[in-house]
Nanobody, 128 residues
Framework: QVQLVESGGGLVQAGGSLRLSCAAS????????MGWFRQAPGKEREFVAV????????HYADSVKGRFTISRDSAKNTVYLQMNSLKSEDTAVYYC?????????????????????WGQGTQVTVSS
């Protein structure tokens, strides 16, 4: 059983930056693709970014491409989401997730059902 704990959320002005962290425990970190999702009030959970098990492949939602960067540190069992040029529409609860599935390309791992474990979420609020 993998446990995921997010941190780093908070209140930031539009145009600012935040870095989210997700610490994993209880499993072999390198066995999992790691993803970030977000959910705004009244909206469905949406894909933000995914990183392959090796870290060599990343994929982003169009809405964050060029502004957000996903990375992972295997020594720390942690995945990060660096968020720059934040906009008010980025306001949401951000969730980290881990996927064991490897039979489809990393770039196709964009649906919530592809992920096996989820963190509790961290709130990001961007003021305009």
């Amino acid at each position: 059983q993998v446990q995921l704990v997010e941190s780093g959320g908070g209140l930031v002005q539009a145009g600012g930056s935040l870095r989210l962290s997700c610490a994993a425990s209880g499993g072999t970190f390198s066995n999992y693709r790691m993803g970030w999702f977000r959910q705004a009030p009244g909206k469905e959970r949406e894909f933000v970014a995914v990183i392959s098990r090796s870290g060599a492949i990343t994929h982003y939602a169009d809405s964050v491409k060029g502004r957000f960067t996903i990375s992972r540190d295997s020594a720390k069992n942690t995945v990060y989401l660096q968020m720059n040029s934040l906009k008010s529409e980025d306001t949401a609860v951000y969730y980290c997730a881990a996927a064991r599935l490897s039979s489809i390309p990393t770039t196709a791992t964009t649906g919530p059902t592809a992920y096996d474990y989820w963190g509790q979420g961290t709130q990001v609020t961007v003021s305009s």
